[in-house]
């Protein structure tokens, strides 16, 4: 059974950081690109951050380019990423993606509620 379970979202003060997590199970993850995703309300999903399957190429949106890290651990089928100088309208539901590099392929998470403000 395929499993994206994130972690690490919560409530922070402009200005902090936080790590999110998504562990995964149940599929060939370094068979696998990773991206996080957002979507805030009324907003559509936002792609934010992608990386490949090996972890060489990383990818941003303008929007998070240079204050987030995405990173991935294959040996622990895990996937990261580090929010710095976070602002409120980085306020969203983010969640985690998984799609086959061969195939179409495509597991999502549930989602982790990241929440800025003061």
């Known amino acids: 059974q395929v499993q994206l379970v994130e972690s690490g979202g919560g409530l922070v003060q402009p200005g902090g950081s936080l790590r999110l997590s998504c562990a995964t199970s149940?599929?060939?993850?370094?068979?696998?690109?990773m991206s996080w995703y957002r979507q805030a309300p009324g907003k559509e999903r936002e792609l934010i951050a992608t990386?490949?399957?090996?972890?060489?190429?990383?990818n941003y949106a303008d929007s998070v380019k240079g204050r987030f890290t995405i990173s991935r651990d294959n040996a622990k089928n895990t996937v990261y990423l580090q929010m710095n100088s976070l602002n409120p309208e980085d306020t969203a539901m983010y969640y985690c993606?998984?799609?086959?590099?061969?195939?179409?392929?495509?597991?999502w998470g549930q989602g982790t509620q990241v929440t800025v403000s003061s």
């Open positions: 993606n998984s799609k086959a590099i061969w195939g179409s392929r495509e597991y």
């Open positions: 149940g599929f060939s993850f370094n068979l696998y690109r």
């Open positions: 990386i490949t399957n090996g972890g060489v190429t990383t």
